[in-house]
């Protein structure tokens, strides 16, 4: 059972433009939630988070935001730059887990020129 | 230098075959984990060590053996190697106290044939 989804499985968007990623989650546990970015080779790298007790969090050019009673977040890069091309996960935890991150199988970004 | 090193990033061998995949993290966290991500992209968590003490095991086949030495190091030990374990896997660090970011390494492509 999937407990995190990202239902696109890609996306293109021009060089400049706003690219914003989703994401939904099946439970109701889950209290903490990261973005990861990847670069084909390399490891995952973090971007962001937002906890629960939040709606909003903002860092330079990305933003999540988490509406728990849809259970659904989104992140928002804007403006979108070639290097952000790679490949985005969604990523759900909580206070049960013990940090057993739960992903989702990853969203591939491609900023056109 | 490299904040999570994994050795070798590469490995390919024939099934039945004994491996082992090593990873050191120098940021000073004290929890580590190891991730497998499938031939569909899915990035699961198997292990995770604090302070060398094993915290988390996902119904993992007792063929795969996380050994930790010490807090910087966690090893994955895998016997008798199958078709199925070809993956590529991935170790983490984070630091164990409130909700922390999972640092990754550049993975290791296994592939068993």
């Known amino acids: 059972d999937q407990q995190v989804k990202q239902n696109s499985p890609s996306l293109s968007v021009q060089e400049g433009r706003i690219s914003i990623l989703n994401c939904d989650y099946t439970?109701?546990?889950?209290?903490?939630f990261l973005w990861y970015k990847k670069y084909p080779a390399e490891g995952p790298t973090f971007l962001i988070s937002?906890?629960?007790?939040?709606d909003k969090n903002e860092d330079g050019r990305f933003t999540v935001f988490l509406n728990k009673s849809a259970k659904h977040l989104s992140l928002h890069i804007v403006p979108s730059q070639p290097g952000d091309s790679a490949v985005y996960f969604c990523?759900?935890?909580?206070?049960?887990?013990?940090?057993?991150?739960?992903f989702g199988q990853g969203t591939r970004l491609t900023i056109n020129p | 230098d490299t904040a999570v090193s994994q050795t070798p990033k590469y490995l390919v061998t024939q099934m039945g075959n004994d491996k082992s995949i090593k990873c050191e993290q120098n940021l000073g966290h004290d929890t580590m984990y190891w991730y497998k991500q499938d031939s569909k992209k899915f990035l699961k968590i198997m292990f995770s060590y604090n302070n060398k003490e094993l915290i988390i095991n996902e119904t993992v086949p007792n063929r795969f053996s996380p050994k930790s030495p010490d807090k910087a190091h966690l090893n994955l030990h895998i016997n008798s190697l199958e078709l199925g374990d070809s993956a590529v896997y991935f170790c983490?660090?984070?630091?164990?106290?409130?909700?922390?970011?999972?640092?990754f390494g550049p993975g290791t492509r296994l592939t068993v044939t």
């Open positions: 983490a660090s984070s630091q164990s106290e409130g909700r922390h970011e999972q640092y």
């Open positions: 990523a759900a935890d909580s206070i049960q887990g013990a940090q057993k991150l739960v």
């Open positions: 937002i906890s629960s007790i939040k």
């Open positions: 439970n109701s546990m889950f209290d903490y």
